[in-house]
């Protein structure tokens, strides 16, 4: 089946730093990816969409220029955290889907816990 | 605007029970209908999905039936397994747009 991987599983590091993380789709091209933020015991919180060699599509209230995203080849995305602050520590899930189309299913990768001390 | 409602959790079952966790959607359009479990520590894993009315998604002893009269799609299961334990989310996507609209999860716990 679809396969997602992301990396890194988990983050630890210091107020400042900007930290990237990869979502990668290992046996199919992810014309579309999602990033995802995910709070304690909370659904998942959509951040934006990204569709390959295009800019990203940010949801409302998400800021672009603190969480950067690049789309540059159809397996790999990557979200950047810019200058993580301890409020920006959570969860982030990003998903693969291949086709165009609401009936075909997002893939999802196994999520980045991010820290910040 | 478009919206999934799950039953609040958190549910707590002995093994062999039987489990429904419900969903409700409203939606503008006739969208594809889908659950995703989410293991602790991990990502979501599509569970099943029903892409039109009255279709039955299907897989690991789970099922849920697309239900346009009455908006719904719920999870069940027959005999639940302490493996089961997670968050389910129950979720819907629109013919045209991207992206997936998800319940707020149900967390469910299997007791031995």
């Known amino acids: 089946g679809a396969v997602v991987s992301q990396h890194p599983s988990r983050v630890i590091c210091k107020s400042g730093t900007s930290v990237k993380i990869e979502c990668r789709s290992l046996d199919f091209q992810a014309t579309t990816m999602f990033w995802y933020r995910q709070f304690p015991k909370q659904s998942l919180m959509l951040m934006a969409t990204s569709n390959e060699g295009s800019k990203a599509t940010y949801e409302q209230g998400v800021e672009k220029d603190k969480f950067l995203i690049n789309h540059a080849s159809l397996t790999l995305s990557t979200l950047t955290v810019t200058s993580a602050h301890p409020e920006d520590s959570s969860f982030y899930i990003c998903s693969a889907r291949g086709q165009q189309g609401h009936n075909q299913p997002q893939h999802f990768g196994d999520g980045t816990r991010l820290s910040i001390l | 605007g478009d919206s999934v409602t799950q039953m609040e959790g958190p549910v707590t079952l002995s093994e062999e029970a039987f489990l429904t966790i419900n969903c409700t959607y409203t939606?503008?359009?006739?969208?594809?209908l889908f659950w995703y479990v989410q293991y602790p520590g991990e990502g979501l894993q599509l569970l099943l999905k029903a892409t039109k009315a009255d279709d039955k998604g299907s897989n690991k002893g789970f099922e849920a039936t697309y239900r346009k009269e009455t908006t719904s799609f719920h999870l069940e299961k027959g005999s639940v397994q302490v493996s089961d334990s997670a968050v389910y989310f129950c979720?819907?996507?629109?013919?045209?747009?991207?992206?997936?609209?998800f319940g707020q999860g149900t967390r469910l716990t299997i007791n031995p």
């Open positions: 979720a819907l996507a629109i013919q045209g747009a991207q992206k997936l609209v």
């Open positions: 939606a503008t359009g006739y969208p594809s």
